[in-house]
Nanobody, 116 residues
Framework: VQLVESGGGLVQPGGSLKLSCAASGFTISSFVMSWYRQAPGKERELVARIRSGTGGITNYADSVKGRFTISRDNAKNTVYLQMNSLKPEDTAVYYC?????????WGQGTQVTVSS
């Protein structure tokens, strides 16, 4: 079982990045998929979540509403996080999470740095 994040990097304020989370060893279609982030000296926080099933109900942290969009492609076994209008306070390591009943999987994280 593995979750591999990609797409992080250095971007200027106001810029965009798209993170990807590719799953292997299991099928994400029944899982609740989430993105979390952790900034230096801070606790890990939920950024966005997308539920399984038709429609894929989404939830976002107030700090990213209107700027970030989570989506899933079950055929590709991949979850995405489109991040627009990035701010310096979005700087963090971003982690992918898959959860279903007793299963709780994490990726290794990808660094996002927003700086001029």
């Amino acid at each position: 079982v593995q979750l591999v994040e990609s797409g992080g990097g250095l971007v200027q304020p106001g810029g965009s990045l798209k993170l990807s989370c590719a799953a292997s060893g299991f099928t994400i279609s029944s899982f609740v998929m989430s993105w979390y982030r952790q900034a230096p000296g801070k606790e890990r926080e939920l950024v966005a979540r997308i539920r399984s099933g038709t429609g894929g109900i989404t939830n976002y942290a107030d700090s990213v509403k209107g700027r970030f969009t989570i989506s899933r492609d079950n055929a590709k076994n991949t979850v995405y996080l489109q991040m627009n209008s990035l701010k310096p306070e979005d700087t963090a390591v971003y982690y992918c999470n898959a959860r279903l009943l007793g299963a709780n999987y994490w990726g290794q994280g990808t660094q996002v740095t927003v700086s001029s």
